[in-house]
């Protein structure tokens, strides 16, 4: 668990865990993507860059990063669906730059989305029925598989149901159930949890946990919820602009805020017109306030967030080196400035607040 | 459940793929009945005004597709049918490809072993069969109530055969311009290969008329597709009655066809499969 160090490959090397299922070293990857209204001219896009990693036989790792920081792009390298443009490596045992094929056929990969890969002209087992024959499963394990799947993913009421009849989270456990039925020992967990309500998402986590430790099958998962990450792995890689900028347990993360501890301040009446990180303005309204704030003792960071500029409703972090110091002064100057604070918390840090330590930004953006 | 045993590879399990495939479409006709009875209404339609407008000029244009036995009624009908099939097979590998880039499918079936295969193949066979029995039904109706003029000595065996080595013709060309899916801009538009062999046969490949009347500087470019071959023979073998030496050329000439543009096909396709994974990926757009 290290943080990030540009130039130094050994600060982006996971600590080597007994029987590495995943072992690459530098993968990159450039799309060339055209510019809008051009027809020739084409820009380059470094979506992931110089990241290594090891994953050992049984474990959960997730991978944690905002929109745009290169999940997928390394998920689709790691179960051959990308060739890398560099680095190298083994999956399974599978040169990734020229054994594609041979990981496609041994590994899972569950989509963002659950709807793909799944018949709506099809009900709940007869879906499974049709990727068990295209898997290739034999006729008379067919049944026996579907069924102990069916019951593993909590489907079995629902078998003769038509997926558009069942929640978006049944969906995802549908989708996971047909990856799984190749029982393949790796298996590509892309957001699976993106879209679908509270009690969804944590009926999925609990599936996965219990695919893990009960059939021992390897995850690679990938999300940006905080809490979802803490939950189910053993390590996180943390990634944002296509590169590693930290990685270890979830303690281990934590322990890189150290002293510095985040401030998250609910309120309403803040300025709009925040200016983005990609397009910052020192014209924003947001920006006095901001800059106030950068000027107090012991601040480090920080970011606003405004998500409702007709009252002005949003979110403040602040990364300090003083908790205590810092709210009291930090307050007054809000109210001053026309906020109505409706929540403070500044507990423990979690792994956002170590994003926000690493990048200067949070998770959701 | 912990046995970690992987999906099927191999042969076998590319033609249970292959057959999973044909039962989803055939799921998808089941639910949608109505559209199986549109298509056929539709064919009917279709070939029953070639059946008007080729018995309005039969009086003047019998003579000049004497030499391939019957009318030329039957020379157009025969023609048209046996054209919408050999279409099917050009346009089925792309527009397969294309349903699945537009319902992000690629990437799914592209995962396990054997799927981006089995998943172009049994479309394919399942929109194949489907032209087939759509066309036989078009065919037998208009034989039965208006009459077509077959040989009795026609040598069917010879024309099955030479039928189908024009459907793998047409399919391998069909797998060469489904190559161009993930190198050109074509993700939502026109594929070039299928466009240009589909309007060129019309022209110049005695699909409505026979090759001798265009002309002469045209006629050489009737040569490079299937279609000339295969029209001739089996107009040949089912209108006139005529022997296995009299159609040999043509026979042979599509088998050769057939066997090259299948594998250039295969090749290109695999060829541009493996260019996109190591650019942007099959699910990007150029």
Redesign the interface.
């Known amino acids: 668990m290290r943080r990030r160090a540009p130039k130094d490959d050994a600060t982006r090397e996971a600590a080597s865990p007994p029987e590495g299922i995943i072992d690459v070293r530098g993968l990159t990857k450039v799309f060339r993507v055209k510019e809008k209204g051009q027809r020739t001219a084409v820009r380059s896009f470094r979506a992931v860059d110089d990241v290594s990693l090891r994953v050992g036989r049984g474990e959960i790792l997730g991978v944690l990063g905002p929109n745009g920081a290169g999940k997928t792009t390394l998920i689709k390298m790691l179960c051959g669906l990308l060739v890398p443009d560099r680095g190298a490596g083994t999956v399974l045992g599978f040169d990734v730059l020229h054994r594609a094929a041979a990981i496609r056929s041994r590994v899972s990969l569950v989509a963002p989305t659950a709807d793909i890969g799944t018949d709506n002209n099809l009900t709940v087992r007869e879906n499974l029925q049709f990727w068990a024959a295209v898997y290739g499963i034999p006729r008379r394990e067919k049944k026996q598989r579907i069924d102990e799947l069916l019951v593993l993913v909590d489907l079995k009421d629902r078998e003769d149901t038509w997926p558009m009849n069942i929640s978006a989270g049944m969906r995802q456990r549908l989708a996971i159930a047909r990856s799984l039925l190749a029982e393949n020992e790796l298996l590509f967990l892309d957001e699976p949890t993106v879209k679908l309500d509270p009690d969804g998402a944590r009926r999925i986590r609990e599936f996965v946990l219990r695919i893990n430790r009960e059939d021992r099958v390897t995850i690679l998962l990938t999300t940006h919820l905080m809490y979802e990450a803490e939950e189910l792995c053993s390590r996180i890689i943390v990634l944002d602009g296509g590169r590693i900028v930290a990685q270890g347990t979830a303690q281990e993360l934590k322990r890189l805020v150290r002293g510095e501890r985040i401030i998250e301040i609910f309120a309403s009446g803040l300025p709009a017109g925040t200016a983005s990180a990609d397009a910052p303005s020192a014209d924003a309204p947001s920006a006095d306030i901001e800059s106030s704030i950068r000027l107090l003792p012991s601040v480090l960071e920080v970011e606003l967030d405004v998500w409702d500029g007709a009252v002005g409703q949003g979110r403040l972090l602040v990364k300090t080196a003083d908790v205590d110091r810092t709210t009291a002064l930090l307050l007054p100057l809000l109210q001053d400035a026309g906020a109505r604070v409706e929540g403070v918390r500044s507990g423990e840090p979690n792994l956002e607040d170590v994003f926000f330590t690493l990048t200067g930004r949070g998770l959701a953006k | ?10 042969f ?2 590319l033609l ?2 292959i ?3 044909v ?2 479409e055939y ?2 006709l089941l ?1 949608y009945p109505a559209s199986f009875f549109m298509t056929v209404l539709q064919s009917v339609i279709n070939m029953g005004i070639w059946f008007f407008l080729s018995l309005f000029i039969s009086g003047y244009a019998d003579r000049y597709v004497a030499s391939f036995g019957g009318s030329y009624v039957a020379y157009v009908v025969l023609g048209v049918a046996f054209h919408e099939v050999a279409r099917t097979a050009l346009k089925s590998p792309f527009l397969s490809i294309q349903t699945a880039f537009w ?3 690629l ?2 079936y ?4 054997q ?1 981006f295969w ?1 998943y172009v193949l049994g479309r394919f066979l399942w929109q194949l069969l489907f032209a087939l029995v759509v066309q036989t039904v078009v065919l037998a109706l208009i034989a039965g109530l208006a009459g077509l003029n077959f040989h009795p000595e026609a040598n069917v065996g010879l024309a099955l055969l030479t039928y189908l080595l024009f459907i793998l013709s047409a399919f391998g060309l069909g797998l060469l311009g489904a190559s161009t899916f993930f190198f050109l801009e074509v993700k939502r538009g026109v594929e070039p290969v299928g466009w240009i062999v589909d309007y060129a046969v019309r022209l110049t490949s005695g699909l409505y008329y026979p090759v001798t009347i265009i002309p002469a500087f045209i006629r050489p470019l009737s040569r490079a597709f299937p279609h000339t071959y295969a029209f001739r023979a089996m107009r040949l073998l089912l209108l006139q009655g005529a022997a296995w030496q009299t159609v040999a050329a043509d026979v042979i000439t599509l088998a050769v066809y057939a066997a090259v543009a299948i594998a250039i096909g295969f090749y290109l396709l695999r060829w541009s499969l493996a260019r996109a ?6 699910s ?1 757009v ?1």
């Open positions: 459940m912990t046995r970690h045993a992987g999906a099927a590879a191999g076998g399990a249970r793929g057959g999973s495939f039962w989803l799921k998808a639910y319902e992000k499918r990437e799914t592209r995962i396990f072993p799927g089995a994974e190591a650019g942007n990926g099959v990007a150029v």
